[in-house]
């Protein structure tokens, strides 16, 4: 059994996505559903944070390709409701290797916290 197993064993773990493209954002998301996430994603910061806040239990956040103040906006809205939260900033072309790598590390940090 790996930390992913059994940090995780009840679900899947779950991510936003946030890109102000959405179809770049339901993209990273599909990708992250196929190799085994749970994924949401979004083009709007703002909606992001109300689907964040309205109870919705996050394991990461992924940030992409927004003006730089929005991102940094989301990015410390989400640090003072879930200070412990690992964020991945995106920015350019990712490959799907990439992001299942930073994911993961991501994901792993977060195990260790606890």
């Known amino acids: 059994m790996t930390w992913l197993d059994a940090?995780?064993?009840w679900r899947p773990p779950r991510i936003l996505v946030v890109d102000g493209e959405?179809?770049?954002a339901e993209m990273v998301a599909c990708v992250l559903e196929f190799i085994g996430y749970q994924a949401a994603a979004y083009a709007d910061p703002h909606?992001?944070?109300e689907a964040f806040g309205g109870g919705g239990s996050h394991d990461l956040l992924i940030a992409g390709?927004?003006?730089a103040s929005e991102a940094d906006k989301l990015v410390d809205w989400v640090g003072a409701l879930r200070p412990?939260?690992?964020v991945i900033r995106l920015e350019g072309r990712v490959r799907?290797?990439?992001l299942e790598a930073m994911v993961e590390r991501a994901l792993a940090a977060r195990s260790t916290w606890n």
């Open 84 to 86: 412990r939260m690992p």
């Open 96 to 98: 799907t290797a990439d």
């Open 47 to 49: 909606e992001a944070l």
């Open 65 to 67: 390709n927004l003006p």
């Open 22 to 24: 959405p179809r770049l």
């Open 7 to 9: 940090d995780f064993a």
